[in-house]
């Protein structure tokens, strides 16, 4: 059984930081993919960025670029999402969620586990 398991979110100021953990278990697959979405009030689910751990491979969303970077502990099995210089537009539920298959959690963006959401918000 497939366990995603978030922490890290908060409250942060305009122009600051934040580390967003998953960390995952259960996967009975060599490898998959580990991703973050989010979810603003009112709004759409948006794929943020991806982690394919058959190859180390990293995508992001365009809006994120140069500011998100998404990594892996493989000791501790636990993805990582640090977001810098963080905009108002950034507030939204973030959801960590893995599938055996990178395009069908990027692609079509449609992973098969998804874990419970940390509230992310930037306010002054």
């Known amino acids: 059984q497939v366990q995603l398991v978030e922490s890290g979110g908060g409250l942060v100021q305009p122009g600051g930081s934040l580390r967003l953990s998953c960390a995952a278990s259960?996967?009975?697959?060599?490898?998959?993919?580990i991703g973050w979405f989010r979810q603003a009030p009112g709004k759409g689910r948006e794929r943020v960025a991806c982690?394919?751990?058959?190859?180390?491979?990293?995508e992001y969303t365009e809006s994120v670029k140069g500011r998100f970077t998404i990594s892996r502990d493989n000791a501790k099995n636990t993805f990582y999402l640090q977001m810098n210089s963080l905009k108002p537009e950034d507030t939204a539920v973030y959801y960590c969620?893995?599938?055996?298959?990178?395009?069908?959690?990027?692609?079509?963006?449609?992973?098969?586990?998804w874990g419970q959401g940390t509230q992310v918000t930037v306010s002054s």
């Open positions: 969620a893995g599938d055996d298959f990178t395009y069908t959690l990027w692609n079509r963006e449609r992973p098969n586990y």
């Open positions: 259960g996967f009975t697959s060599v490898y998959y993919a």
């Open positions: 982690y394919s751990t058959s190859d180390d491979n990293t």
